[in-house]
């Protein structure tokens, strides 16, 4: 008998566990919604091999964010496994000036510049949450391209530099912080580096404070903010990145014009990512069809 009743207890837990993971991923999926005029397409984006340059003044165009690649490492010793994706992507573009941020001087930067965040970058427990947030002060600052060091580049950057702001697509729903383009001090990235404090929380585990406070889903939650805040023009301020053109979880020759190479280089995650990636894979079978995030 009690052991019966043991059981039925669980199948309660159980229950109540996948009604709740329903709804915050329901939730979570409505909010972060994409409006699907904001994805640039292969038809806007010219498609160059990786030895062709692309000039926007012959196109009529304007280029608005600079030629500024930023990384991040510990030290300016890139790690080996690293360093020829790297070097390969500035070899293809040498015009574009290249800023690699270590945590030493991402430090000095943040002190000099945006003295009064100093103290909440100080007090981050994890070093990849200074990681994450350096690259939203730099772009805001500067301008410029963020790109992580598991990224390679497959083709000139030139014909995407014409958009103000563009973030990548990613799964199961909202932006990456992989890769973000801005120009300097533009309206979006003021509001994401504003809006740290604000959301410096603990979730108790790794994966979900750093992905809530400074990564990938803080970064949506600032795209879904700007969205609302500004609904007639975000489309057309902060672009995205589709997988066609970005790469990231792409099958073979599912994006043959994609911009990018990717090598999936997550090191920080810990165990606890397994289980969110759990939640995104089977939880949206138990969402709504409506509900569930489009592919783009």
């Given at each position: 008998?009690?052991?019966r009743r043991a059981?039925?207890?669980?199948?309660s837990?159980?229950a109540?566990f996948?009604?709740?993971t329903?709804?915050?991923?329901?939730?979570?999926?409505?909010?972060?919604?994409?409006?699907?005029?904001?994805?640039?397409?292969?038809l806007?984006?010219?498609?160059?091999d990786?030895?062709?340059?692309?000039?926007?003044?012959?196109h009529?165009?304007?280029q608005?964010i600079?030629?500024?690649i930023?990384q991040?490492?510990?030290t300016?010793?890139?790690?080996?496994?690293?360093q020829?994706?790297?070097?390969?992507c500035?070899?293809?573009?040498?015009?574009?000036?290249?800023?690699?941020w270590t945590d030493a001087g991402?430090?000095?930067?943040i002190?000099?510049h945006?003295?009064?965040f100093?103290?909440?970058?100080?007090?981050?427990?994890?070093?990849?949450?200074?990681?994450?947030?350096i690259?939203y002060?730099?772009?805001?600052?500067y301008g410029?391209?963020?790109?992580?060091?598991?990224?390679?580049?497959l083709?000139p950057?030139?014909?995407?530099?014409?958009y103000p702001?563009?973030?990548?697509?990613?799964i199961?729903v909202?932006?990456?912080?992989?890769?973000i383009?801005?120009?300097d001090?533009?309206?979006?990235?003021?509001q994401?580096?504003?809006n740290?404090?604000?959301?410096?929380h603990s979730w108790?585990?790794?994966?979900?404070?750093v992905?809530?406070?400074?990564?990938?889903m803080?970064l949506?939650?600032?795209?879904?903010i700007?969205?609302?805040s500004?609904?007639?023009?975000?489309a057309?301020?902060?672009?995205?990145?589709?997988?066609?053109?970005?790469?990231k979880?792409?099958?073979?020759?599912e994006a043959?014009?994609?911009?990018?190479?990717h090598?999936?280089?997550?090191?920080w995650?810990?165990?606890?990512?397994?289980f969110?990636?759990?939640l995104?894979?089977?939880?949206?079978g138990?969402?709504?069809?409506?509900?569930q995030?489009?592919?783009?």
């Amino acid at each position: 008998m009690n052991r019966r009743r043991a059981f039925y207890i669980f199948l309660s837990i159980l229950a109540l566990f996948l009604v709740g993971t329903v709804l915050v991923l329901s939730s979570i999926t409505y909010y972060l919604a994409i409006d699907p005029n904001a994805y640039l397409t292969e038809l806007e984006v010219p498609i160059l091999d990786n030895g062709t340059r692309w000039d926007p003044a012959q196109h009529n165009q304007v280029q608005r964010i600079p030629k500024i690649i930023h990384q991040t490492w510990k030290t300016e010793e890139l790690p080996t496994r690293w360093q020829n994706i790297s070097t390969e992507c500035r070899e293809m573009m040498p015009d574009y000036e290249y800023k690699l941020w270590t945590d030493a001087g991402s430090r000095d930067f943040i002190a000099e510049h945006y003295p009064w965040f100093l103290e909440t970058f100080d007090g981050y427990k994890y070093n990849i949450q200074r990681a994450d947030v350096i690259r939203y002060f730099v772009l805001h600052h500067y301008g410029g391209i963020y790109i992580d060091l598991d990224i390679g580049c497959l083709r000139p950057m030139d014909p995407l530099l014409v958009y103000p702001v563009i973030l990548p697509k990613t799964i199961p729903v909202g932006v990456s912080n992989d890769l973000i383009f801005s120009t300097d001090h533009h309206p979006f990235m003021d509001q994401t580096i504003h809006n740290l404090n604000t959301f410096d929380h603990s979730w108790v585990l790794n994966y979900p404070t750093v992905m809530f406070s400074t990564g990938p889903m803080f970064l949506s939650a600032q795209y879904g903010i700007y969205t609302s805040s500004h609904p007639t023009t975000a489309a057309t301020d902060v672009r995205i990145l589709p997988k066609s053109l970005y790469g990231k979880n792409a099958k073979e020759g599912e994006a043959p014009n994609s911009f990018f190479s990717h090598f999936y280089g997550s090191s920080w995650h810990a165990d606890d990512a397994a289980f969110i990636g759990f939640l995104g894979t089977w939880g949206k079978g138990l969402m709504p069809e409506a509900l569930q995030p489009q592919k783009i």
